[in-house]
Nanobody, 126 residues
Framework: EVQLVESGGGLVQPGGSLRLSCAAS????????MSWVRQAPGKELEWVSS???????TYADSVKGRFTISRDNAKKLVYLAMNNLQPEDTAMYYC????????????????????WGQGTQVTVSS
């Protein structure tokens, strides 16, 4: 059974930090590009960051310089370290996986992802 299980969300004050984790199982992790995607209340899905199977990383402009994605292929984990969080970062954060062969598709194309987690809520508020 394929599973992506996110954890690490919570309530944090503006300027604070959180580290999200995503534990994968049921598929060959190293063959998949991994991404974090978020959805704020009443808004569409927003791609945040990706780590390719070849360990290349990329970020949305809105989080560049504040968020860092990493992955541990041996442990089948992907992380998102988030610093200097702002109220506009409040959202449900989802971990998503797509085959490395989908590299021609934009990172932001939700339909290119094969597996999704249930999400972890991040709330930034004073």
């Amino acid at each position: 059974e394929v599973q992506l299980v996110e954890s690490g969300g919570g309530l944090v004050q503006p300027g604070g930090s959180l580290r999200l984790s995503c534990a994968a199982s049921g598929f060959i992790f190293s063959n998949y590009d991994m991404s974090w995607v978020r959805q704020a209340p009443g808004k569409e899905l927003e791609w945040v960051s990706s780590s390719s199977s070849g360990l290349l990383t990329t970020y949305a402009d809105s989080v560049k310089g504040r968020f860092t994605i990493s992955r541990d292929n041996a442990k089948k984990l992907v992380y998102l370290a988030m610093n200097n969080l702002q109220p506009e970062d409040t959202a449900m954060y989802y971990c998503a996986a797509r085959l490395k062969t989908a590299y021609l598709s934009p990172w932001s194309q939700a339909g290119s992802y094969k597996f999704w987690g249930q999400g972890t809520q991040v709330t930034v508020s004073s």
